[in-house]
């Protein structure tokens, strides 16, 4: 029992580590992914998420908490995300392969006042990578939320949150952490 607990208390101290780890600059990144989001809301634009695995239930769980409410009732918020069609999903799957089931998606949904937010822990994953291509063109914002290096994403994408771990556990945790922060602020910069 002991070896458990301890085992426990050194996850947790780690995964709080690496939240008070988070540099300044990536801090101002955070404001910067909230505030440009408000803005997208408030010109007629959606917040786009998507991700695989882990990082698809958390781009489900952001879209919802922008489209029902996270602290405030407030109307709704125009966003969602690509993981929620499991016929779209197999179906370009199926017919075009497996890399390109979120770029399918975002030829036909994303417009250029949107925000376009891949979640992937190693930023190397070939369907994030063409989703961020497809958002490109069409002139989206793009935002990412990595791992330590960014992988392939960084200098793809126009804000990187990159999450001071090489850890997929800790990032992921850290992902959901720096959603809820910045969904926070969207609902107070978006509606006012």
Partial sequence: MASSVEEIRRQLEESARVKQSF???LVERIA???????????A?????????????????HLSAELTVRLRND???????????NPSVLTAAGNDYGFEWIFSRQIES?????DVLVALSTSG?????????????????????????????LAGKVDLLLNVPSLDAQRIQECHI???HIACALIEQLAIG
């Fill in 124 to 152: 190397d994953s070939a369907n994030i990578l063409r989703g961020v291509e497809a958002g490109r063109a069409r002139g989206a914002y793009l935002v990412a939320l990595t791992g330590e290096t960014g992988g392939k």
């Fill in 109 to 113: 949904l994303v417009a250029p006042q």
């Fill in 177 to 179: 952490t720096i959603g």
């Fill in 23 to 25: 540099s300044k600059g």
């Fill in 44 to 60: 007629g634009g959606k917040i786009v998420f998507f991700g695989n695995g882990g990082s698809a239930a958390d781009a489900l």
């Fill in 74 to 84: 407030r109307q709704g918020l125009a966003a969602l995300a690509l993981t929620t």
């Fill in 32 to 42: 910067q992914f909230a505030e440009k989001s408000a803005a997208a809301l408030r």
